[in-house]
């Protein structure tokens, strides 16, 4: 060591120009190493040595994850399955959810067999059916393997899942299912194991309206409640059922309708519960406070509404007097501060604000039969989708949800048997959409309905003039739903088929189909000239869309 350093460390302070502080690092570091006792050194060693494993372990950590440990779920994700049932009969209700945790959504169906599938020791007298009887199925999305499977009623019937159960009881929430022939079963939605089983009330001749309604606790017991409305000869009925034991609440009460082709709950601005019925050509209501107060004469802690109060004792029950033509649909559609009512009549289709019922704007189509579908065109703005008419004159409309204008608008030919549009948000704040169609125009004469090919077509709003045609389908279908099996990529359209009338049983299929996939086969269908990209370079750019769920 030259003896100029030597001095500048006996003495530091006096070292007066800047080479103190550019080598002060360094003198610090050998004033360590000279006066340092062995026992420090071996520390320093020690830290040294502690700082290059931990920095192996990382890189190695990073290596692990990055080359050797594979994704095992894209592995185990199959793009597309499907499961047949030779004969057997088939029902219009799907449900996605994640059944056995994998992350990935699982599918719910109905059919009607004798007995369940060979794996599943069940038969329908193991649930006091008679056979054959309906099966609720669980299969796994991911590949296809049936996770459960168990009788849930005589002859179809409707299902609502994901009903909660009581906080206390920390259970996961439940399916219920009700057969159409009085049963009232609720089931573990993992597993398929009964929690419990009613028999319902309702009388012979009696059908339940679908949806079951889901309404706020009205029993008590910190579980929601379940609403069912039924059509009995010339009368509309309501019943109340606890949702976390089925039993009834108080009596059936007539909602003084006759009959009613839609029905929806509706929450007011006020956070009052009102059920909403197109009865005829006006819009009724009845609150359930009022139901419940009416069949059990005790108070509940549920609102009324002072100004939707005022219309109903106004009008007795009817709402709306200013109809667009007999009402076929309702739908709840997100507004300012809370939802607005979309109305579809025979003569137009209306949005209603939600708290003054006053019309915001009306839209004269002639002849809308299918329910409308929700989805955005403009990105984070709502648009929703009309069919108008039905054969070769089906046009498909996407209306600005906040204004009624016409966003998007094509002729799609298609029968009125064919299943509703379906929607999925994409990545960037917008929609693909989902139409089902004749695969070639023909003569609306001469085709026959059940023969003829139907085509899903695949529309996104930034490529306005191309619609893609993913597939081919030629049987019945009778359910049909678009969901995201997974985040990111995984979107995928799920299929019912079989047979088109519950007397004669056939092959019932199930299956699912990855759009990405189908999108690198589609054939592509340009609506106007001079599109100059490729067939290929436009399955390309829809291919790499991204999906995101809806919440
Ligand atoms: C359905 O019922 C038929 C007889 O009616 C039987 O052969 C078949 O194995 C049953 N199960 C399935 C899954 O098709
Ligand atoms: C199916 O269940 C019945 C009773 O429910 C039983 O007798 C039979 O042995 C079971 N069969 C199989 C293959 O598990
Ligand atoms: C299907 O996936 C599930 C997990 O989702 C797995 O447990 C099962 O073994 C798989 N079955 C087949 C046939 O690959
Ligand atoms: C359903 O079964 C699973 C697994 O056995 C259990 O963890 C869960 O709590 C059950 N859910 C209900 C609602 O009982
Ligand atoms: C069911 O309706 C039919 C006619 O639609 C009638 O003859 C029969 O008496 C009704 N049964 C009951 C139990 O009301
Ligand atoms: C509605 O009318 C009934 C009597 O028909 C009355 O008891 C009730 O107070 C009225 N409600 C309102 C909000 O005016
Ligand atoms: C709806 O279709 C009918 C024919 O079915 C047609 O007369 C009417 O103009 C169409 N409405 C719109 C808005 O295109
Ligand atoms: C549907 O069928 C037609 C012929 O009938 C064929 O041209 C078209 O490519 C098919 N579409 C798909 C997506 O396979």
């Avoid at 994640?98 to 109905?110: A, E, G, H, S, Y």
Wanted: glycine share 8%; proline share 6%.
């Amino acid at each position: 060591m030259d003896p100029k350093d030597l001095e500048a460390e006996i003495h530091p302070l006096k070292n007066e120009d800047g080479k103190l502080q550019e080598n002060l690092g360094s003198q610090l570091k050998k004033e360590e190493n000279l006066k340092g006792t062995p026992q420090q050194s071996r520390l320093s060693r020690c830290r040294t040595a502690a700082f290059f494993l931990s920095l192996f372990i990382c890189l190695l950590v990073v290596f692990v994850i990055s080359f050797i440990v594979p994704c095992p779920d894209r592995l185990a994700l199959q793009g597309a399955w499907r499961i047949n049932y030779n004969t057997a009969v088939t029902y219009d209700f799907l449900a996605t959810k994640d059944i056995n945790r994998d992350k990935v959504q699982d599918v719910l169906f109905l059919y009607k067999n004798s007995s369940s599938s060979n794996n599943f020791n069940q038969s329908c007298a193991d649930e006091g059916f008679a056979s054959p009887c309906s099966f609720v199925a669980a299969v796994s999305g991911a590949n296809g393997s049936i996770l459960w499977e168990r009788p849930a009623a005589q002859d179809g019937g409707l299902v609502l899942c994901d009903v909660a159960q009581p906080r206390d009881s920390g259970a996961a929430p439940a399916c219920i299912l009700v057969g159409r022939a009085g049963s009232f079963i609720a089931v573990n939605s993992s597993t398929g194991e009964t929690l419990w089983r009613q028999p319902s009330s309702f009388g012979r001749n009696t059908s339940i309206l679908s949806p079951l309604l889901q309404v706020p606790d009205l029993d008590a017991d910190g579980a929601p409640d379940l609403l069912v409305l039924t059509q009995e000869e010339k009368e509309v009925s309501s019943y109340l059922y606890s949702g976390s034991t089925g039993h009834q609440i108080g009596h059936r009460d007539s909602l003084s309708v006759d009959k009613t082709s839609d029905f929806l709950l509706y929450v007011t601005r006020a956070g009052a519960h009102y059920i909403l019925l197109s009865c005829a050509s006006s819009l009724c209501g009845r609150s359930v406070k009022d139901i419940y107060e009416k069949v059990t004469r005790r108070q509940s802690p549920l609102r009324r509404d002072p100004s939707w109060e005022d219309m109903l004792n106004a009008t007795k029950h009817g709402l709306f007097l200013h109809s667009p033509g007999a009402i076929s649909h309702l739908m709840n559609v997100p507004g300012n501060g809370g939802d607005d009512l979309l109305l579809v009549g025979s003569e137009a289709c209306m949005l209603l604000d939600g708290q003054e019922l006053a019309p915001r704007w009306t839209f004269g189509v002639a002849h809308v039969l299918r329910k409308p579908t929700l989805g955005h065109y403009k990105p984070d703005t709502l648009a929703v989708v009309i069919e108008n008419g039905t054969g070769v004159d089906r046009q498909i409309l996407l209306l600005d949800l906040s204004t009624g204008a016409v966003l998007w608008s094509q002729a799609l030919p298609g029968l009125p048997g064919h299943p509703p549009s379906a929607s999925l948000p994409t990545a960037d704040h917008r929609s693909a959409f989902f139409f089902w169609g004749l695969h070639e125009l023909v003569d609306a004469n001469q085709m026959e309905p059940r023969d003829s090919q139907h085509s899903l077509y695949m529309f996104h709003p930034t490529l306005p003039s191309v619609l893609l045609e993913l597939a081919n389908v030629s049987t019945n279908i009778v359910a049909f739903q678009v969901a995201l099996f997974e985040p990111g990529r995984h979107a995928a359209y799920i299929l019912l088929t079989g047979p088109d009338s519950a007397d004669a049983p056939g092959l019932v299929s199930m299956a699912k189909h990855k759009v990405q996939d189908l999108i690198l086969s589609s054939r592509v269908v340009r609506l106007t000239e001079g599109v100059t990209d490729s067939d290929q370079a436009i399955r390309d750019r829809l291919s790499r869309l991204r999906y995101r769920s809806e919440t």
